[in-house]
């Protein structure tokens, strides 16, 4: 029986939101294509269907995942969230322990530079805009990377260290270098 249209834009949604949570919690290396079809539903003889490659996964993913981000930052400075409140989200407990539902710039920037090229090209997209929605909130654009620089890097410290109190304490020196950097 063929799929229809909708089925298939469904099924490839699904394989998208699959793949980005399994890549932010495992890495690259990690991801085994047959993993992210059984985690999709589907069997591992449909994926190229879908894509050419692992690396045409992980591209495509990563430019899934970024829109939803996007949208979701244009949904915050619309509503008028400061730079503040903004990091109190992102810099939490919650989205240190789960990488998987959370962003994947901390999990996956140390990685991405040893990508192939279609994938580094959707990572630099993404961060591309990510950060024109992000330049609003922080006041400019050299504001944007700057503060952007820093919840990244905060937050992949928080999930590095073995010592929770540590850990804790970066999130909450992040936290305070963003409300202090709030235009």
């Given at each position: 029986m063929r799929s229809t249209k909708e089925q298939v834009e469904k099924n490839r949604t699904t394989l998208l939101n699959a793949a980005g949570a399994e890549f932010r919690r495992l890495g690259f290396e990690g991801v085994r294509v047959a993993d992210v079809m059984q985690e999709a539903g589907l069997t591992h003889g449909g994926f190229y269907a879908y894509f050419d490659s692992k690396e045409d996964m992980a591209a495509q993913?990563?430019?899934?995942?970024?829109?939803?981000?996007?949208?979701?930052?244009?949904?915050r400075v619309e509503?008028?969230?400061?730079?503040?409140?903004?990091?109190?989200?992102?810099?939490?407990?919650?989205?240190?322990?789960?990488?998987?539902?959370?962003?994947?710039?901390?999990?996956?920037?140390?990685?991405?530079?040893?990508?192939?090229?279609p994938v580094r090209h959707a990572y630099t997209e993404g961060l591309e805009a990510y950060l024109a929605e992000f330049t609003a909130m922080a006041g400019g654009r050299e504001e944007a990377i700057r503060a952007f620089a820093t919840?990244?890097?905060?937050?992949?410290?928080?999930?590095a260290v073995d010592d929770d109190a540590l850990s804790h304490e970066i999130l909450e020196a992040g936290r305070a270098a963003l409300r202090a950097a709030e235009p």
């Open positions: 993913a990563f430019t899934h995942h970024f829109g939803v981000l996007a949208e979701r930052l244009r949904a509503r008028g969230e400061s730079l503040g409140e903004y990091a109190d989200h992102y810099l939490s407990v919650s989205n240190r322990d789960h990488p998987d539902r959370s962003c994947l710039f901390p999990s996956l920037s140390g990685e991405v530079a040893r990508q192939a090229t919840l990244v890097g905060t937050m992949a410290l928080a999930r």
